[in-house]
């Protein structure tokens, strides 16, 4: 079993940035891949970036959210730069083995951190 816990979230302006961490409570397996996915309210969990050897990120932050991964200390971190109010919702780390932007091949999730981007 793996404990994911992430943090970093806040309340932030458009055109801001904020960094969110996910730590892992044991070494993640070394071919596993870690994601992360958000939340809004009324939507569907939305696929954001994964880690696993290279990075992939959604069209909708591709230039903007950059995903890097401190293996030695189980850490998954998601740099988010030039913040909209669209990107407001729960941000989640998962980790599972096998490299998809589908929540459901993810077998191991955090309880999500909130991202607020408000004026």
């Known amino acids: 079993q793996v404990e994911l816990v992430e943090s970093g979230g806040g309340v932030v302006q458009p055109g801001g940035s904020l960094r969110l961490s996910c730590v892992a409570s044991r070494r993640t397996l070394r071919n596993y891949s870690m994601a992360w996915f958000r939340q809004a309210p009324g939507k569907e969990r939305e696929y954001v970036g994964r880690w696993q050897w290279s990075t992939d990120y959604a069209d909708s932050v591709k230039g903007r959210f950059t995903i890097s991964r401190d293996t030695f200390n189980n850490m998954l971190y998601l740099e988010m730069n030039s913040l909209k109010p669209e990107d407001t919702a729960i941000y989640y780390c998962?980790?599972?083995?096998?490299?998809?932007?589908?929540?459901?091949?993810?077998?191991?999730w955090g309880q999500g951190t909130q991202v607020t981007v408000s004026s």
């Open positions: 998962a980790s599972g083995p096998r490299a998809s932007r589908q929540a459901e091949n993810y077998n191991f």
